[in-house]
């Protein structure tokens, strides 16, 4: 081979690292943001006063009956119940039902007081952008093989980036402003990348972890040949699942269940979870939170439907291989992190999408043709999706919040119209390339998109009566963040329109001492 | 995970990459006139990578071995984060920010 390890890591890397950029840097900011995915569901529902919930047995028995009420009324004939029940910060009854494998889940929320929908606002919250984070927004099966057919070739984007990057350890602390455009920006990738570069490798490893049996199911089918729920149960991580047996029956009352669950476990009650409820055969799942410590494992009773009976107790600490796969799943989803360790999570998160978007930027500087040259349609095609995604994704966040406060409280499909918001404003940003210059549109869509986000606290203070100095932390700390983005985005936007005439012009003569980069 | 144990690593993982940062050629320039001397770079580097340890050792103690390392981490990479702004915008804010991150590193330690 001519070309040596470094060179040939440098052509893998920019080109695994391009292909998949764009779909990466959604998935890196959406994910970043779901650091803070209840918070974001609070802020959206802000009619949705801070209240004591009363998280008692009896409490959660009374509210566990009010939902059964509900669903043998909307959904008697469902294979499966699922009720997210009260617990502090979210005073709600969630409710959801799969009536068939095919078919999306029925929702409904409900206050457990009065048993019937909660006077606030239809919206998906930050329950929208989580999905989106590992789906899309597609049909779940496709959104997920796409986001870990990436998140795969990340793996390989990020090391062989870290075998290529010849001085990782003396250019450490190394951010150039002063030489080339291109310099600059590598520095920028360089830096944000090996800063966190531990938070990288495992955040991208654990979430391609956490799907692992849908990317490589066939250990899993070739062993238990059709019957893959009892791999489930073996591992410990829900009762034995019973087939329904067809006839109907009815089920028992779930309150003294819930009061007999709440007093097996230390841990508070999550969810409950209703399999065939019409049938003879039902079974009921009382499912706890994590208790504190890494692994991502729910301490489970199991009971029989029809007359009550405890049946199963997954109460203790699972089997090695489960629970390393429940560590890696929860050091993914962070679920332990305290407020002040979230925020370094939450950094790490900007440092990682920062590190796609300054690489899909240098790809296209790195391949700016000389003054009065065409730019190929390659590089063409490049720049407008860097402009689309990079700059048309917070746009999209910021109409999706900006959606939530302007749209009225009792219009129809609501929720709907919100992410409609969220798709249309992102359509447009990423057209907006297509009619003007480069420079032009990477100016005019951080400029949009920090106006979006400088709109929604005054957006919030207009429409809802709590805005962020009215001593509710929620909301200040949230008027801050969008704040603090408008202010990063229209800065970025001042310095797109300086910086990219002037270095467009330099860009053919390279400072010295840039490592060549393999033009592809 | 309590914010002091957090604000403790963050003092002594600053203090400590500061040191590693200024113990090279190109930084010690930029925050101080010229390369450092042999013996400096040394005693600089030294700190540094004990700095370092100290907030792993810190981590470990306080938050056990399965929090311990997370969020050291955490903490190392957003006090790298901010030694490369300060050496970038304010190189000369570096060694007098890092210095006071020693004592304030006590103060909290006492808190603890």
């Not at chain 1, 496709?142 to 070739?153: D, F, L, N, P, S």
């Not at chain 1, 199963?312 to 305290?338: E, I, N, R, V």
């Not at chain 1, 270095?503 to 592809?520: D, F, K, Q, S, W």
């Not at chain 2, 995970?1 to 403790?8: A, F, I, K, S």
Request: overall charge positive; glycine content about 10%; some cysteine.
């Amino acid at each position: 081979m001519r070309t040596g390890v470094r060179q040939s890591m440098a052509w893998l890397h920019g080109w695994s690292g391009l292909v998949v950029g764009w779909v990466f840097f959604c998935v890196f900011v959406t994910g970043t943001a779901s650091y803070y995915r209840a918070d974001i569901s609070h802020w959206m529902r802000p009619e949705q006063r801070e209240r004591v919930v009363a998280t008692t047995p009896e409490a959660l028995g009374q509210a566990a009956e009010v939902a059964v009420a509900h669903l043998k009324a909307a959904a008697p004939t469902a294979i499966g119940w699922y009720i997210t029940l009260p617990r502090p910060g979210q005073p709600m009854l969630d409710l959801a039902w799969m009536t068939s494998l095919d078919a999306p889940f029925g929702h409904a929320t409900l206050d457990p007081a009065t048993g019937t929908e909660p006077a606030t606002r239809a919206t998906r919250g930050g329950d929208f952008l989580y999905a989106f984070h590992f789906e899309l927004g597609l049909p779940p099966l496709i959104g997920r093989w796409i986001v870990g057919a990436c998140a795969m070739i990340v793996l390989v984007a990020m090391l062989s980036g870290i075998v290529t990057h010849r001085r990782i350890v003396s250019d450490f602390f190394t951010f150039r402003r002063d030489r080339s455009a291109q310099r600059g920006w590598l520095d920028a990738h360089n830096m944000t990348g090996v800063l966190a570069l531990p938070f990288h490798l495992m955040i991208v490893y654990t979430g391609v972890v956490t799907m692992a049996l849908m990317y490589m199911p066939w250990g899993v089918s070739s062993a238990y040949r059709g019957d893959e729920l009892r791999l489930y149960a073996e591992a410990r991580q829900m009762p034995a699942y019973r087939m329904p047996v067809g006839r109907p029956g009815t089920l028992a009352p779930v309150a003294p269940m819930v009061e007999k669950a709440a007093g097996l476990s230390p841990e508070a009650l999550e969810m409950l979870i209703v399999n065939n409820p019409g049938d003879a055969a039902a079974t009921v799942s009382a499912v706890f939170e994590e208790p504190h410590g890494l692994s991502h494992v729910h301490p489970q009773v199991g009971f029989d439907g029809a007359t009550g009976a405890v049946t199963d107790t997954l109460l203790d600490s699972p089997k090695p291989a489960t629970l390393t796969h429940a560590a890696m799943m929860g050091l993914h989803m962070a679920h332990f992190a305290g407020p002040a360790l979230r925020v370094l999570f939450f950094l790490c998160g900007v440092l990682g999408s920062a590190t796609v978007a300054t690489g899909l930027v240098l790809w296209s500087v790195a391949r700016l043709p000389r003054t009065g040259e065409a730019r190929p349609f390659g590089l063409r095609l490049v720049q407008t999706l860097n402009v689309g995604t990079v700059a048309g994704l917070p746009a999209a966040i910021a109409a999706y919040f900006l959606a939530n406060r302007l749209l009225p409280v009792d219009l129809a499909a609501r929720a709907e119209w919100e992410v409609g918001a969220f798709f249309a404003v992102w359509l447009m940003a990423a057209l907006v390339p297509l009619a003007l210059s480069h420079r032009q549109a990477w100016q005019a869509v951080l400029g949009v998109a920090a106006a979006l986000f400088l709109a929604v606290p005054m957006a919030n203070a207009l429409t809802t009566g709590r805005h962020g100095l009215g001593g509710d932390p929620l909301f200040f700390w949230f008027d801050a963040a969008m704040l603090a983005l408008a202010a990063l985005l229209g800065l970025g936007a001042a310095k797109a329109g300086r910086a990219v005439a002037a270095r467009e012009r330099r860009a053919h003569r390279p400072a010295r001492g840039t490592p060549a980069l393999n033009r592809a | 995970m309590t914010p002091l144990v957090l604000v403790l690593n963050l003092c002594l993982s600053f203090a400590g990459l500061a040191a590693l940062c200024l113990s090279m050629n190109r930084h010690h320039a930029q925050a101080f006139v010229g390369r450092p001397s042999r013996r400096r770079a040394l005693a600089l580097r030294i700190a540094g990578w004990a700095g370092i340890a100290v907030s792993f050792a810190v981590a470990v103690t306080l938050e056990g071995w399965n929090f311990g390392p997370v969020q050291w981490l955490g903490a190392l990479s957003g006090a790298a984060l901010l030694v490369v702004g300060l050496i970038s915008y304010r190189p000369g804010w570096v060694r007098p920010i890092a210095l006071a991150a020693l004592p304030l590193a006590l103060l909290v330690a006492l808190a603890v």
